[in-house]
C-alpha cells in the first residue's frame, strides 16, 4: 500500500499546478475521485473569475481548517478551503465563513449534486426508447422528495442528539440500505421508526430523559435557526446518493458505476447554492496588485 500524503504535502502540490491553476482550492475528501468530481463543480462556479483545473484534497475537516489558519497570513496566490457542513449543522458549528474559508451551507459536496434536474439528463442518457418526460414521470423526484425528505431529516436529528449524548454509538456508519424495502429508494417507516427509537433509547440510557430533551430542544433550535432545507441536513453522499440511485436503477436499465454516476452529475447539477463561495476567496486583491504593479513597471 502506498503512503498516503499529509495535508502538508497535499498542500504543497498546488505549487505545480501553477499554470493550470488561477484559484488553488483546498477541500477534504480524499477519496478516489473527489479530486476530479470538486475540480468539475468549482470549475464551473468560478469559470468567469478563475481557471480551476485542479483541486487539493487535504484529508478531513480538522486538516483543512488547520492548514488555512497556518497559512492565511501569507498567501499571495487566490485561495479558497472549503470544509463541509457535516452534522455541525444540527449541532452547533463554531466554524463559519470568513476571508480563505468557506463551509458548504449543506452537509457535503454531494448534497449540491442531488440535483433533480442532473438526474433527468442522466436517465435520458440511459434510455434509448423512452422520453425525457416519460422517464422524469417514472423517476418522480417530487414523489420521492415529499416521501423521505422529513423522515431523512428527523434521522439526522437524532444522529445529532446521539453524536453529543452517546458519540461511540454509530450514526452516518448505519447503512442506509439497512432502511429501506425494496428498490425504489424510499425509506421504510418501520426500519426507520425502530433505527430512531433505538437511538433515542441508548442515548436516554447514557445521559438520562432529561438530558435526552435539552439536547433535542438545541437541535430544533439550531435547526430553525439556519434557514436549510430538509436534505440540507443529511449526509448526500452516505444516505441521499445511495436511495436516488437505487431509484434511478429501478428506473432505466444501467451498468452504470457509483463514481460515473456522481462525476456525471458533477457536470450539469446547477451551482448556485455555492455561487457565494466567491466572496470568499483570499489573495485575489493582492495578485491583482501585483499585476498591476508589474503592468505600470513594464
Given at each position: 500500500m502506498l503512503p498516503e500524503r499529509s495535508s502538508t504535502g497535499n498542500f504543497a502540490r498546488s505549487v505545480f499546478f501553477e499554470e493550470d491553476n488561477d484559484l488553488d482550492i483546498y477541500i477534504e475528501d480524499t477519496a478516489i475521485g473527489?479530486?476530479?468530481?470538486?475540480?468539475?463543480?468549482?470549475?464551473?462556479?468560478?469559470?468567469?473569475?478563475?481557471?480551476?483545473?485542479?483541486?487539493?484534497p487535504l484529508g478531513g475537516r480538522g486538516a483543512v481548517i488547520s492548514k488555512f489558519n497556518e497559512e492565511k497570513e501569507r498567501i499571495t496566490r487566490p485561495s479558497l478551503f472549503v470544509i463541509?457542513?457535516?452534522?455541525?449543522?444540527?449541532?452547533?458549528?463554531?466554524?463559519?465563513?470568513?476571508?480563505?474559508?468557506?463551509?458548504?451551507?449543506?452537509?457535503?459536496?454531494?448534497?449540491?449534486?442531488?440535483?433533480?434536474?442532473?438526474?433527468?439528463?442522466?436517465?435520458?442518457?440511459?434510455?434509448?426508447?423512452?422520453?425525457?418526460?416519460?422517464?422524469?414521470?417514472?423517476?418522480?423526484?417530487?414523489?420521492?422528495?415529499?416521501?423521505?425528505?422529513?423522515?431523512?431529516k428527523e434521522l439526522f436529528i437524532e444522529y445529532a442528539i446521539s453524536r453529543a449524548l452517546n458519540p461511540s454509538e454509530p450514526t452516518i456508519a448505519y447503512d442506509v440500505k439497512n432502511l429501506v424495502s425494496g428498490n425504489k429508494g424510499v425509506l421504510d417507516d418501520h426500519k426507520l421508526i425502530a433505527r430512531i427509537d433505538d437511538l433515542r433509547s441508548k442515548s436516554v440510557a447514557?445521559?438520562?430523559?432529561?438530558?435526552?430533551?435539552?439536547?433535542?430542544?438545541?437541535?430544533?433550535?439550531?435547526?430553525?435557526?439556519?434557514?436549510?432545507?430538509?436534505?440540507?441536513?443529511?449526509?448526500?453522499?452516505?444516505?441521499?446518493?445511495?436511495?436516488?440511485?437505487?431509484?434511478?436503477?429501478?428506473?432505466?436499465?444501467?451498468?452504470?458505476?457509483?463514481?460515473?454516476?456522481r462525476t456525471r452529475l458533477a457536470k450539469t447539477c446547477s451551482v448556485e447554492k455555492i455561487m457565494a463561495c466567491c466572496d470568499y476567496v483570499i489573495g485575489a486583491d493582492i495578485q491583482r496588485s501585483m499585476r498591476e504593479h508589474t503592468a505600470a513597471n513594464a
Open positions: 473527489s479530486e476530479k468530481i470538486a475540480s468539475k463543480i468549482f470549475s464551473r462556479v468560478f469559470a468567469d473569475k478563475f481557471k480551476v483545473s485542479q483541486v487539493f463541509d457542513g457535516d452534522i455541525y449543522h444540527l449541532t452547533g458549528d463554531s466554524i463559519s465563513c470568513e476571508r480563505g474559508l468557506y463551509r458548504f451551507p449543506f452537509y457535503c459536496i454531494e448534497n449540491l449534486m442531488m440535483d433533480p434536474a442532473a438526474f433527468h439528463n442522466i436517465l435520458d442518457e440511459e434510455d434509448a426508447t423512452r422520453s425525457e418526460a416519460e422517464l422524469v414521470a417514472a423517476f418522480d423526484y417530487t414523489d420521492w422528495n415529499n416521501t423521505n425528505a422529513e423522515k431523512l447514557k445521559a438520562g430523559l432529561e438530558n435526552y430533551e435539552v439536547a433535542r430542544d438545541l437541535v430544533i433550535t439550531q435547526c430553525a435557526q439556519s434557514g436549510l432545507e430538509d436534505l440540507d441536513y443529511v449526509s448526500g453522499k452516505d444516505y441521499i446518493f445511495p436511495l436516488l440511485k437505487t431509484r434511478l436503477r429501478s428506473t432505466v436499465k444501467t451498468n452504470v458505476t457509483d463514481l460515473n454516476l
